[in-house]
């Protein structure tokens, strides 16, 4: 009797939601943040935006649905050259502001802002609309869902790493605003998005995360 050795090796899809590919601008804050259970002082509280797309991979039979960043930043050098160090990520950092004003009646304005130089990239959103949590077949599950990260900067090996937190739940959103440059900040490949209005805008309370060590792929 002989006995293989190979090993199945992932495979890494674009993933889709009802046949359409999508790119996510996404923006948020930090809190808290602790590096292998230590508190990081002078850096626990900052803000990323950034872009990204999905991905659908397939492990010894195990699915991953994950995500593939093209740029993250945030308004620290430490933060951003850790980031490029421990998962190979194309983080930069910028100037950056956020605000969130909560009002009596349970609404609040969010607004994040990238300055660079005389230019000003900021998008907002008024969020209404109370919480819940999405279908499994909805567009806001897909998005969230994902929880695994891909990259690959400046190589050709692939790193892959967990992220842990609960499902989230999720309020739409019907008024924002997007003074954004995508030129400026991700290229002139991405630059028809400034042109484009958004398939959907939703606001996530977030919790709790977990962001596991990464891993390099043997393909």
């Known amino acids: 009797m002989s006995r293989s050795n190979t090993k199945k090796r992932p495979v890494f899809l674009r993933a889709k ?26 850096w626990r509280n900052f803000d990323e935006v950034n872009l990204r797309f999905y991905v659908r991979g397939t492990e ?15 308004p620290r050098w430490l933060v951003s050259t850790i980031a490029r160090l421990l998962y190979r990520e194309n983080y930069q950092n910028k100037d950056m502001n956020n605000s969130i ?9 969010i607004s994040y802002e990238i300055r660079e130089s005389d230019l000003s990239n900021k ?32 190589s050709e090996k692939t790193m892959e790493y967990e992220v842990e937190h609960p499902q989230w ?9 997007i003074t954004f440059d995508f030129e400026k900040v991700y290229g002139h490949r ?7 209005n958004p398939h959907s805008v939703f606001y996530c309370e977030g919790s709790d995360i977990i962001v596991r060590m990464g891993k390099t792929l043997n393909f």
């Not at 010894?60 to 945030?74: A, H």
């Not at 004003?101 to 304005?109: H, L, M, N, Q, T």
């Not at 998008?123 to 969230?144: G, Q």
């Not at 991405?190 to 484009?196: A, E, N, P, T």
């Open 169 to 177: 739940t999720v309020s739409k959103v019907e008024d924002y605003s």
């Open 60 to 74: 010894n039979q195990k699915n991953k649905n994950g995500v593939v960043f093209i740029k993250e930043i945030v």
């Open 17 to 42: 939601w009802n046949g359409n590919t999508f790119l996510s601008l996404v923006a948020f804050r930090f809190s808290n943040t602790r590096m292998l259970g230590i508190p990081t002082f002078g």
């Open 190 to 196: 991405f630059s028809f998005l400034s042109d484009q």
């Open 101 to 109: 004003e909560s009002r009596p009646d349970s609404s609040k304005i």
């Open 123 to 154: 998008f907002s959103a008024f969020v209404t609309t109370p919480e819940k949590m999405p279908t499994p077949d909805s567009l806001e599950a897909y998005i969230t869902e994902h929880y695994w990260g891909f990259s690959s900067r400046n």
